[in-house]
């Protein structure tokens, strides 16, 4: 292991116990401010590989996607007369925004880790993405599960786009077919090389339709989905060890993304704030569809996801 990756696995840990859990959890600060470890009563729920982030420079654990979650159409975009161009250290970047790599500071009460990033004119964030900002993750213990809250910050003279997405590598503890999902959407939205076109599609009545829970078993899928049941929420059930994962997510998380690849041993189940692309197709449809969001200068945006643990 050289030494910039051996200095990007340093990680800071977190444990406390409830009145009926053991919970750590694992951040790495000088990657992206990933999870790489929630563990609860001694069981690991997050897939994370230092060898495929050494070999093939493969993110898992569960990775913070800002400022455009998943795909980016030609990595470029126009916002309010500018054309911009998504790129860090000369190269463009089309995938899961620009900060998996970059290094927060951090610090530690007694149930939280707190991640900050601050971007400024000089910052390798402020090439693909130039607008002052900080960014905030907490990570914060809760009695039967985690909650991540992200505080955005426009320190900027402009308004600025937003966009912020969870990707969790959800582990597989034993066979597929004992893994149950739900995603409480009623459609999905119409793909072109995995970018959104900007098109919606009714999920009713095709293999789409997770509003109930279906097993993983032979069920392939890579897409977005929307309109979400504000009602409901999505969960992920392994039934060969009687536990239920509950993703709840405050009001401005209105996307959701399932990627259940049948050769690897996790299931991706991912909040967004916005739809892949949206800083493209916000100017053709509806806000409610891109799920872009400006934010003004000097003030900022918050939002949380939960991951709660239940035993069924």
């Given at each position: 292991?050289?030494?910039?990756?051996?200095?990007?696995?340093?990680?800071?840990?977190?444990?406390?116990?409830?009145?009926?859990?053991?919970?750590?959890?694992?951040?790495?600060?000088?990657?992206?401010?990933?999870?790489?470890?929630?563990?609860?009563?001694?069981?690991?729920?997050?897939?994370?590989?230092?060898?495929?982030?050494?070999?093939?420079?493969?993110?898992?654990?569960?990775?913070?996607?800002?400022?455009?979650?998943?795909?980016?159409?030609?990595?470029?975009?126009?916002?309010?007369?500018?054309?911009?161009?998504?790129?860090?250290?000369?190269?463009?970047?089309?995938?899961?925004?620009?900060?998996?790599?970059?290094?927060?500071?951090?610090?530690?009460?007694?149930?939280?880790?707190?991640?900050?990033l601050e971007v400024d004119k000089n910052h390798p964030v402020y090439e693909?993405?130039?607008?002052?900002?900080?960014?905030?993750?907490?990570?914060?213990?809760?009695?039967?599960?985690?909650?991540?809250?992200?505080?955005?910050?426009?320190?900027?003279?402009?308004?600025?786009?937003?966009?912020?997405?969870?990707?969790?590598?959800?582990?597989?503890?034993?066979?597929?077919?004992?893994?149950?999902?739900?995603?409480?959407?009623?459609?999905?939205?119409?793909?072109?090389?995995?970018?959104?076109?900007?098109?919606?599609?009714?999920?009713?009545?095709?293999?789409?339709?997770?509003?109930?829970?279906?097993?993983?078993?032979?069920?392939?899928?890579?897409?977005?989905?929307?309109?979400?049941?504000?009602?409901?929420?999505?969960?992920?059930?392994?039934?060969?060890?009687?536990?239920?994962?509950?993703?709840?997510?405050?009001?401005?998380?209105?996307?959701?993304?399932?990627?259940?690849?049948?050769?690897?041993?996790?299931?991706?189940?991912?909040?967004?704030?916005?739809?892949?692309?949206?800083?493209?197709?916000?100017?053709?449809?509806?806000?409610?569809?891109?799920?872009?969001?400006?934010?003004?200068?000097?003030?900022?945006?918050?939002?949380?996801?939960?991951?709660?643990?239940?035993?069924?």
């Amino acid at each position: 292991m050289n030494g910039k990756i051996k200095q990007m696995l340093e990680s800071e840990r977190l444990e406390n116990k409830h009145k009926e859990h053991r919970i750590k959890i694992e951040i790495l600060p000088q990657l992206g401010a990933n999870l790489s470890s929630f563990e609860i009563d001694g069981r690991e729920f997050i897939y994370f590989s230092k060898e495929e982030l050494i070999k093939n420079n493969e993110h898992t654990g569960c990775f913070n996607m800002f400022p455009t979650p998943c795909r980016l159409f030609e990595s470029r975009y126009n916002f309010e007369g500018k054309e911009i161009k998504q790129r860090k250290h000369g190269k463009d970047i089309f995938i899961h925004g620009l900060i998996r790599d970059e290094v927060f500071s951090c610090s530690k009460t007694e149930d939280s880790i707190i991640c900050v990033l601050e971007v400024d004119k000089n910052h390798p964030v402020y090439e693909g993405y130039p607008f002052p900002c900080r960014l905030t993750f907490k990570y914060t213990i809760l009695e039967n599960g985690l909650e991540i809250k992200f505080v955005y910050e426009n320190t900027g003279d402009s308004s600025a786009p937003f966009g912020y997405g969870l990707h969790p590598f959800w582990k597989i503890p034993g066979q597929r077919e004992d893994v149950f999902i739900k995603i409480p959407c009623s459609h999905i939205m119409e793909l072109a090389d995995l970018v959104p076109t900007g098109k919606t599609l009714p999920v009713d009545g095709t293999k789409y339709d997770l509003r109930t829970f279906r097993s993983l078993g032979n069920v392939d899928i890579d897409n977005v989905f929307v309109d979400r049941d504000m009602k409901d929420k999505q969960a992920i059930e392994f039934r060969d060890i009687g536990i239920r994962l509950t993703l709840d997510a405050s009001e401005n998380f209105t996307h959701m993304i399932a990627y259940t690849p049948l050769d690897k041993p996790f299931v991706c189940m991912e909040n967004l704030t916005c739809a892949p692309n949206a800083v493209n197709l916000h100017q053709k449809v509806e806000d409610s569809i891109s799920g872009l969001i400006k934010v003004a200068s000097k003030t900022k945006i918050e939002g949380w996801v939960r991951y709660i643990i239940e035993k069924t």
